[in-house]
Structure formats: structure tokens, C-alpha cells
């Protein structure tokens, strides 16, 4: 692999396919929801509580940001062993040649005849 001034670059050689849950997921998604979703809740319920100096403000914010990593993380862990789950399921039928198609459901008379009326109402 080559740079645009014609140096060698390494391939890369990291790289991973877990089975189960794939804690580096949970763990990113852990951080960046706790982010965006955490500081707006510490700044929302603070205002319901007398902080008067900087180290009761920093007590708040990290007790209330603790319960909210938590909470986030016992989240995201159950989102991916879900998926985790799902996606093996997919593997496997696949591998067994058992495709999750349907197929299409045979109309009886009446339901036909519904049908059809409903279609000439329409036209």
C-alpha cells in the first residue's frame, strides 16, 4: 500500500470478529451515550438542588454521572448480546440453508373476491 508521495504504508493487522457480545461496542457506546445523554440530566436536575460551592457541583455531577454510566451500560450490554444473538441466529440459518423467506399465503375464494372488488372499487 502506497501514500500519495509514494511511501509504503503497513497493512493493517488489527482487526476483530467476535463471537457473543463485543465488549468494545458496549463500551463505546456506553461512553458516547453517557456523554450526550449524561450532561444534560446533571444539568437538568441541578437545578432542583442548592450547590453552593465547586466541590458540592463536582460531588453532584459525578454521583448522578455514576448512575447514569451504569444505567447506560447495563443498556448497551443487553442491546448487543440482542444483536449478538440475532446475527448468530442469521449465521445459522443461513449455514443450514434455512432462508427467512416467506412465501406468499394462498387466498381463499372469499378473500380473493374482496380483493377483486376492493381493486374495481378503486379503479
Known sequence: M???KGQ???EPVETTDPEGVDYGRVMQLTFIITIVVGAPVVAVLSVFVTLPTWSDRAVFAVQVGALVWFVTSIIA???ERRRARETADDDE???TGEEAETEPEEQTE???AETAAERDGAE
Open 110 to 112: 372469499d378473500e380473493t
Open 93 to 95: 440459518n443461513t449455514a
Open 77 to 79: 450490554f443487553l442491546y
Open 2 to 4: 502506497l501514500t500519495d
Open 8 to 10: 509504503r504504508v503497513p
